[in-house]
């Protein structure tokens, strides 16, 4: 192996670290270290590959796009934005976020070999959500007119071009973003989005695409979906390859790769050499009123590390799309003819909602450890600890309960429930954002960490994934029982008032005697 090329690994491996932090983070809590977390990074991501390929490898082998053009740009659409919501947290990660290059310059490593690993780490972490895009291209290929032997070399070709014009444009794209002076000002936020895009995009992309699916199943004859027109170039390549409207698009493909390559060589890539923050604004001067407002901003700020914002958005969010999305997919008609006899039930599904979303991975699961060291120096002051305690309680409850409240406003309306409906799935939310946060600051207190140096190391005390998936399955399970019982009587018997109050009387007792209980063994221990 020649020296550049020892150069490139070695580079490569360091840059595979910086495209997934969290990624490598896990790893290490694991107790590996260097060669071992390159190999684990490669094996999942080979893994992820053969799945993603044969999965919707096999979903679309029962269409012949050669014959579906709208088909072949649908798909190679939702796959592309797929892969575009990995690319720009990744890219961002590789090439700017991490501020390497000054670090390079002491030592033996040419430019070339710094900003090819660079291309070649964030191409490797993409290529899983774009390997479909190569299965699309082969079997359009296999049932073309044209011969076989010739167009799979072809469209590997293709592929690759594809590919690197991708690269290119979600590199050029975010260098441009962080340019802007409204990234420059609220860096953090678009930091925390950039994080959050890959898990939407990707869960969004292949719920849309499973809808999709069903709808080509339950077809008796197959119709064509309408023809996105900037993609297609690439059915045209594929399909009529010596046409000259193909050999025009392979042209101006080829065209388009190099000159973006060219304005990221010349204009990307020396401001990455010369990252220095020249947008670095004076800090105001903020006289607070009162201790109150200080630390109310002060929890504010605590909230701002990037992955600790991509952690709570994704558990506030993720289980959300999960459910209502059947629902926009399947028809609002049904939610729309239920009645105020069904209170209790919606009432019961907001506390269980509230349960969902508040896991181990929200604020109030964290919101103690993450004072680290200051958490001693608020307790050596002459203040009320229990009642510092108590406003990290009620800021992780505010937070938490007016994000479900918007999220059940904008999805009661969405899915046409009656308001009266809404208003029964905000009471329940409103119980369960109260005993929920209660109990995870008392788990944040049993299991406090301070010494952390990174934001995952919170979320993975204890057991870490199984004891989320365990709360998260539990939940749903014991919660569909409750569902199903509920709904199976309300339908059964005549007087729905009476059952209305007992459910609402029952749980809301249940909630009291619960809160009462975390007082006597919680907050009564608490100083002060």
């Known amino acids: 192996m020649t020296l550049f090329k020892k150069q490139l690994l070695a580079l490569f491996k360091v840059n595979l670290l910086y495209a997934n932090p969290q990624v490598s983070a896990q790893l290490r809590k694991k107790g590996k270290q260097g060669n071992e977390i390159f190999k684990s990074i490669v094996i999942q991501q080979v893994m992820l590959s053969f ?166 199943s339950e077809m008796s004859q197959l119709k064509d979906q309408k023809v996105i027109t900037i993609l297609k170039p690439f059915h045209q390549l594929i399909n009529e390859p010596f046409s000259l409207d193909a050999l025009l698009a392979f042209l101006i493909i080829v065209a388009l790769v190099v000159l973006l390559g060219l304005l990221i060589k010349e204009k990307t890539l020396p401001k990455i050499r010369n990252q220095v923050n020249t947008t670095s604004q004076k800090k105001k001067k903020t006289t607070y009123n009162s201790l109150r407002r200080q630390l109310i901003s002060y929890h504010f700020s605590l909230i701002k590390n990037p992955t600790l914002q991509l952690q709570i958005l994704s558990g506030l969010f993720i289980f959300p799309i999960i459910i209502i999305f059947p629902f926009l997919a399947n028809g609002t008609e049904f939610l729309q003819r239920l009645g105020t006899q069904y209170f209790s039930l919606f009432f019961v599904v907001g506390i269980i909602f509230a349960m969902m979303t508040l896991s181990i991975n929200s604020l109030a699961s964290v919101i103690i450890s993450l004072d680290q060291d200051n958490l001693m120096f608020i307790k050596s002051l002459p203040i009320s600890f229990k009642e510092y305690l108590k406003m990290k309680y009620y800021f992780a409850f505010f937070l938490q309960f007016i994000s479900i409240l918007l999220i059940m406003s904008i999805g009661g309306l969405v899915l046409k429930l009656p308001i009266i409906l809404i208003i029964a799935l905000v009471f329940g939310a409103l119980l369960g954002c109260l005993a929920g946060t209660s109990h995870f600051i008392k788990d944040d207190w049993r299991h406090l960490t301070l010494n952390w140096t990174n934001i995952n190391q919170l979320f993975n005390r204890g057991s870490g994934a199984f004891r989320i998936m365990g709360i998260m399955f539990g939940t749903m399970f014991i919660g569909s029982i409750v569902i199903f019982f509920l709904y199976t009587i309300t339908r059964t018997i005549e007087n729905t008032l009476l059952l209305n109050i007992i459910v609402l009387g029952i749980i809301t007792l249940l909630i009291t005697l619960y809160q009462l209980r975390m007082k006597k063994v919680f907050w009564r221990k608490m100083e002060g």
Do not use: C, H, W
């Open 51 to 216: 799945v993603f390929t044969f999965i919707y490898g096999m979903s679309m082998f029962m269409i012949d796009f050669s014959q579906f053009p709208g088909y072949f740009t649908y798909y190679l659409g939702i796959f592309s934005i797929l892969g575009f919501s990995q690319g720009i947290f990744i890219v961002y990660n590789v090439y700017f976020d991490s501020k390497d290059v000054e670090d390079y310059l002491p030592l033996p490593f040419s430019e070339r070999s710094v900003f090819l690993a660079k291309f070649l780490s964030v191409g490797f972490f993409m290529i899983p959500f774009m390997l479909p895009i190569l299965a699309l291209f082969i079997l359009t290929a296999i049932r073309s007119s044209i011969s076989l032997i010739l167009m799979l070399p072809f469209s590997l070709i293709l592929f690759v071009l594809f590919f690197i014009l991708y690269l290119e444009l979600v590199t050029y794209f975010v260098s441009l973003l962080i340019q802007t002076k409204i990234f420059q000002r609220f860096k953090t936020t678009f930091t925390t989005l950039l994080m959050f895009i890959p898990t939407v995009g990707m869960l969004v992309g292949i719920l849309y695409m499973n809808k999709q699916q069903t709808n080509i």
